[in-house]
């Protein structure tokens, strides 16, 4: 499946209803993920998405973020060093979105300790930056 069988798949599930931001962001990452999992199968098990978002009752909220889940952790890590940087991290936005202040404060965090953060807004971004990433690999 091509990146462009993936982005059209998404794109279909737009176009037959009105969808939310998040919905919109949620359908961007799962294509993100599979056209990474297709291109880089060895490195697929290295790219994570560590579930922060998302509606959850307080109770299940103080749960989790007492086992460790941070606000304004990226969408996406690559635990893969390349190009100098000790790994990727990844944000996804839809055309309009804005990092929020905990994001930016993790971008700067993530750049201090070695790595890479960028924002994607859409597929053709993404492969972009992950190729430039793994260049020469």
């Known amino acids: 499946m091509s990146y462009a069988d993936i982005w059209a798949k998404a794109q279909a599930q737009q176009a037959t209803k009105k969808r939310s931001s998040r919905h919109i962001e949620d359908d961007l990452q799962i294509a993100c993920v599979n056209w990474?999992?297709?291109?880089?199968?060895?490195?697929?098990?290295?790219?994570?998405?560590?579930?922060?978002?998302?509606?959850?009752?307080?109770?299940?909220?103080?749960?989790?973020?007492?086992?460790?889940?941070?606000?304004?952790?990226?969408?996406?890590?690559?635990?893969?060093?390349?190009?100098?940087?000790?790994?990727?991290?990844?944000?996804?936005?839809?055309?309009?979105?804005k990092q929020s202040d905990y994001q930016k404060e993790y971008q700067k965090l993530v750049e201090a300790e070695g790595g890479k953060y960028v924002v994607c807004r859409t597929l053709e971004e993404f492969i972009a930056v992950v190729k430039e990433y793994l260049k020469g690999e």
Do not use: W
């Open 36 to 97: 990474f999992s297709y291109q880089y199968p060895k490195l697929e098990k290295l790219l994570h998405h560590s579930p922060n978002g998302g509606k959850r009752d307080a109770r299940e909220a103080a749960r989790f973020k007492t086992m460790g889940v941070r606000p304004g952790f990226p969408d996406l890590i690559l635990l893969h060093p390349s190009n100098g940087y000790h790994f990727l991290c990844i944000e996804l936005k839809t055309k309009t979105g």
